[in-house]
């Protein structure tokens, strides 16, 4: 076990540090500099001044050495467009609402998703089974500004039950995380009804009812049970699809989070901050997906990790 | 003896997009309490099929028993609520199924899937419910059963996961077990281990078998009785004695013609049935096996020949053997 999460620690290390070097580079390969508004660029002698301040005016290598140095330390750096706040400050006051938000939204795509996914299955063929169908090409077709647009016209502006925008109380959370999970939902459901129609043709289904068991019993704990393992693995993709959704849905809904920051970093070419989060992001998924391999492999008997000794 | 399980006059019909499918039509046998009786058969004859019919295990939906009666110690199955019947599977009727790697749960270990059979018909506590596990992997010959209860499927080979399917069946003490092709996954030497298994289960247990098999070997082996099946109907039904050395249908006749035999010089030449099964859509109206009979006669064609009595335990459904044919003496006779 220890050396397989070594193994894995490894090259979870190489992973991000490949991507580091590729955004570092094509970074710096996009014209413009953070000094620049609208094209019209600063007075020479300042800019000049600020490029040494930010060590901009040192060779490209040189710079990626000396973040590769600070970010070892987990050292973000100064932001370039909002100094004097550090990157480090502005995840840590941004972070803990996009995870609120992508937490909710998670949480709401697997149980509705689940749901949806069985009660199709289940009722194969019906009248349900179509419903949920269009509800899922719908959910994985629409992009998620259309459905948070749509929610906000509906449930916010006609039948005001819920503010439109910002950030505050449990109500605020409501519409940005239900846009937010309307594509991940409609995955979860499509791949759980496939699931669950497999594993219901499978020949223990019709052992465990030669056993007399009742029905319930032969879905809860046989079929539900293997058609939903495989979901575990979609989570790690799902989340990364949450993670970049809520770049466009926070914006939406004026929510003070690190999507916002991300997208606005770009706009401004805010280096520190674009590989700051850019950085962050990473980690957090492949820790994410490290978690949902280990977990999978508890859950599922037939999955073996690591190979055990003796 | 009194009869625990008879079939009479089984009919079943699958709906398909392409119109139905009488998969078996008129089954009709008897079976007794601690007998074994053989159902063979090429594939797609309808062996599976009745077997699940017994069971009750095909969903309304996809097909149906569209006529005749199971009668079991005396109640209709065909006709009993779900809910009766629910009662029974596992309990009374128990089954086991070609492949053990498919049939049981992969991810469930395999002590619960012996013990939530006993807990669900026997109202037992778990730990009444292990025991009794422990005893029947005893029983079936696994060794070291408190740590193999744990255990999930994959850890087990093809042989003991076989073994476990019948513990599985066995666990609740059943009257009738049918066992649908159960050595057909298995190598030679492992097929004879799981057949002397059986064997020696039912001598402890006294339970009545119903084995499905197409290999004649394994007839020979354990079977008191054999029923064989084609396309959909019992053609010839007789002890082992008499299906093996006095077989009067010419399907029977073949069977046993493309059987390797120890007996013969190896140069002998299997002789395979030429020809294939009619179209269970729309099948014949004369016998379903005159079209690859080498004696069919034009009445065999045209209507379904009745069974012939050849003794007590022995008929068959053939028009050549029917008292009306004509008396042909072989050629030396006639001289
Ligand atoms: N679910 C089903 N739907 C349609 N036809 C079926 C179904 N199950 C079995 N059949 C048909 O019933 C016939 C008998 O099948 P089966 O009893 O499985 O044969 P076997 O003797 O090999 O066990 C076959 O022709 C098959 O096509
Ligand atoms: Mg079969």
């Known amino acids: 076990m220890l050396s397989f999460v070594l193994k894995r620690f490894i090259s979870m290390l190489i992973t991000l540090w490949v991507i580091v070097t590729v955004t570092f580079f094509l970074m710096h390969a996009v014209p413009g500099s953070p000094f620049e508004r609208e094209g019209k660029a600063l007075n020479p002698t300042v800019e000049k001044n600020l490029m040494a ?36 400050d502005m995840i840590g006051r941004s972070f803990p609402v996009s995870a609120k938000l992508g937490f909710f939204s998670l949480l709401f795509s697997v149980i509705a998703g689940i749901a949806l996914g069985v009660v199709a299955a289940l009722r194969h063929n019906k009248l349900i089974d179509y419903v949920a169908t269009i509800i899922s090409v719908i959910g994985i077709a629409v992009p998620n500004f259309v459905v948070a647009a749509l929610l906000i016209k509906y449930f916010a502006v006609e039948w005001k039950l819920f503010p439109a925008a910002t950030w505050g109380t449990w109500k605020h959370i409501v519409l940005p995380a239900l846009a937010l999970s309307f594509g991940p939902m409609a995955i979860i459901a499509r791949f759980t009804r496939a699931n669950m129609l497999d594993v219901l043709t499978q020949e223990y289904i019709e052992t465990a009812k030669a056993k007399g068991l009742h029905p319930a019993v032969v879905i809860l704990k046989h079929a539900l049970r293997n058609s939903l393992l495989p979901v575990i693995t979609l989570l790690g993709s799902l989340i990364a699809n949450v993670l970049t959704g809520s770049f466009v849905i926070e914006k939406i809904f004026a929510i003070p989070g690190m999507g916002k920051y991300f997208v606005d970093s770009i706009y401004n070419r805010d280096y520190t901050v674009i590989m700051g989060t850019t950085v962050f992001y990473s980690t957090l998924l492949i820790i994410l997906m490290f978690l949902v391999d280990i977990v999978y492999g508890i859950i599922d008997p037939r999955i073996k990790l690591y190979k055990k000794e003796g | 003896m009194e009869k625990l399980l008879q079939v009479e006059d089984l009919h079943v019909s699958f709906k398909t997009h392409g119109g139905e499918v009488k998969a ?25 099929v009745t077997a699940r019919s017994i069971m009750r295990l095909i969903p309304e939906h996809v097909g149906k028993i569209t006529k005749g009666k199971i009668l079991f110690n005396g109640t209709d199955l065909v006709t009993l609520p779900e809910k009766e019947m629910r009662g029974l599977r596992g309990s009374q009727i128990s089954m086991i199924f070609q492949d053990a790697m498919t049939s049981l749960n992969p991810t469930i270990s395999i002590g619960e899937q012996i013990m939530e059979g006993i807990v669900r018909h026997q109202k037992l506590s778990r730990a009444e419910a292990k025991a009794q596990a422990l005893e029947m992997l005893q029983l079936v010959g696994i060794a070291n059963p408190e740590r193999r209860l744990k255990q999930y499927l994959h850890e087990f080979s093809g042989g003991m996961r076989q073994r476990i399917m019948i513990a599985i069946a066995l666990v609740c003490k059943p009257s009738i077990l049918i066992a649908d092709e159960p050595t057909t996954a298995l190598d030679v030497t492992i097929q004879a281990q799981i057949i002397d298994l059986f064997k020696t289960i039912q001598q402890k247990t006294g339970v009545s078998i119903v084995i499905i098999t197409h290999d004649l070997g394994v007839v020979a082996k354990i079977a008191n009785k054999v029923n064989v099946m084609y ?59 005159a079209a690859r009979c080498q004696y069919a006669l034009e009445v065999c064609r045209n209507h379904q020949p009745a069974y012939s009595s050849l003794g007590t335990t022995h008929q068959v459904a053939c028009w050549l053997q029917d008292p009306r044919a004509q008396t042909v003496y072989p050629l030396q006779a006639a001289k």
């Open chain 1, 53 to 88: 301040l930010y060590n901009l005016d040192k060779p490209l290598a040189v710079q990626y050495v000396s973040y590769l140095k600070s970010l070892v330390q987990f050292e973000l750096g100064p932001s370039i467009i909002r100094s004097p706040e550090t990157v480090n």
């Open chain 2, 231 to 289: 396309a959909g109907q019992v053609v010839e039904a007789g002890t082992v004695r008499e299906i093996f050395y006095q077989p009067q249908h010419p399907y029977t006749k073949g069977l046993l013609e493309s059987m390797p035999r120890l007996d013969l010089d190896r140069d002998t030449p299997l002789a395979p049935i030429p020809g294939s099964p009619p179209d269970l859509f729309a099948p014949p109206a004369g016998c379903a096996f």
């Open chain 2, 24 to 48: 078996v039509r008129g089954v009709s046998f008897s079976l007794e309490k601690g007998e074994t009786l053989a159902i063979v058969g090429e594939s797609g004859c309808g062996k599976s």
